[in-house]
């Protein structure tokens, strides 16, 4: 069976680095064609792809927040991690973890940007 | 980046009947290896989305077969032949294709 959990905080501070850890199971992100992504969706809103990792350490950004974006991957621990730098209150969303071309999620995490 | 468009962005359904629902794209999403990525999903309230159907027209493992898409190029149709209320919910057209991936707006199904 295959499992994702995102974790990190609920509550950050504008101008602060979000970071959030996704843990799987089920799969290998070592296994060739594999990758791992983040999806966000403000309240009430769409949905918005961030950024997603390959098994080959592949790595590709959203243009939108690129810069502030940052994915990592541990393939021992099974987990990515992704951090945005400068979180504004438009941030505020509920943050996805996703296997491959979104075939399997996690149960997502709200982060909210308050002072 | 590829925008996708949905329509209608309500729809109020009556049980048993069918529902369809639009998704176009602003550039065709055939890739280059000759696929089209192409994937429907659908979100309950509070639920995180599932996929329904992925390249076009293949319904992932425990999907109804009430469930169909199809569609080619930049036009795309998701359609339930007839409809259970446990469809309601927000469904999404999701484009694989072309980076960064994109989503439709999404289309809220209801029972009237």
């Known amino acids: 069976q295959i499992t994702l959990k995102e974790s990190g905080p609920t509550l950050v501070k504008p101008t602060q680095t979000l970071t959030l850890t996704c843990t799987f199971s089920?799969?290998?992100?070592?296994?060739?064609?594999?990758?791992v992504g983040w999806i966000r969706q403000p309240p009430g809103k769409a949905l918005e792809w961030l950024a997603l990792i390959s098994w080959d350490d592949d790595k590709r950004y959203s243009p939108s927040p690129k810069s502030r974006l940052t994915i990592t991957k541990d393939t021992s621990k099974n987990q990515v991690v992704l951090t945005m730098a400068n979180m504004d209150p438009v941030d505020t969303a509920t943050y996805y973890c996703v296997r491959g071309v979104g075939a399997t999620w996690g149960q997502g995490t709200l982060v909210t940007v308050s002072s | 980046d590829v925008v996708m468009t949905q329509s209608p962005l309500s729809l109020p359904v009556t049980l048993g009947q069918p529902a369809s629902i639009s998704c176009r794209s602003s550039?065709?999403?055939?890739?280059?290896?000759?696929?089209?990525?192409l994937n429907w999903f659908h979100q309950r309230p509070g639920q995180s989305p599932r996929r329904l159907i992925y390249r076009v027209s293949n319904r992932d493992s425990g999907v109804p077969d009430r469930f169909s898409g199809s569609g080619s190029g930049t036009d795309f149709t998701l359609k339930i032949s007839r409809v259970e209320a446990e469809d309601v919910g927000v469904y999404y057209c999701m484009q694989g294709t072309h980076w960064p991936w994109t989503f439709g707006q999404g289309t809220k199904v209801e029972i009237k």
């Open positions: 550039q065709s999403l055939v890739h280059s290896d000759g696929n089209t990525y």
């Open positions: 089920g799969f290998s992100l070592s296994t060739s064609g594999v990758g």
